[in-house]
């Protein structure tokens, strides 16, 4: 799996003209996943991506993780991730998972963070979507499971 995590202020995700998902301060992920994902690997990434700490503290340090500043997770699937840019003006697609191995695996990963008592909206898998961020910082980084 691999997840952009993005610190946000704000961000929701729209389809079709309705808004799906919304949160405040927190993260907005963007989620790939590969052929040989697992839920392994969703439970590496949700522990990973809740206990970040990427919040400043009192002294404007990055010491605080999602959890315990009591953030929001904007959860968006993104097979795109896995695009392979390396030839040609194409990407191609061939690892990214298909979308019935994908979906069960995004979906468990999202089950994952609320389990940890997280606030967790997605937008649709599958789906055209509007992702709105207000990037906070900006702080972006890419997480993987392998």
């Known amino acids: 799996m691999r997840v952009v995590v993005q610190r946000s202020k704000e961000a929701s995700v729209t389809v079709d003209g309705a808004v799906v998902g919304q949160i405040t301060k927190g ?26 700490r990427v919040f400043e503290d009192e002294n404007g340090k990055m010491n605080h993780s999602l959890l315990d500043v009591e953030g929001e997770v904007l959860s968006v699937s993104q097979f795109t991730l896995y695009g392979d840019c390396r030839k040609g003006r194409r990407p191609n697609f061939m690892e ?16 994952l963070l609320l389990e940890k008592g997280l606030k967790v909206d997605t937008g649709t898998f599958g789906a055209m979507m509007d992702v709105q ?8 980084l890419i997480i993987e499971s392998k």
């Open 27 to 52: 993260f907005v992920l963007l989620v790939g996943v590969t052929h040989d994902d697992t839920e392994a690997d969703a439970a590496f990434l949700a522990d990973k991506i809740a206990n970040l």
């Open 96 to 111: 990214a998972a298909r979308p019935e191995h994908a979906e069960g695996i995004y979906q468990k990963f999202n089950a």
């Open 133 to 140: 961020i207000v990037n906070d910082g900006p702080v972006t």
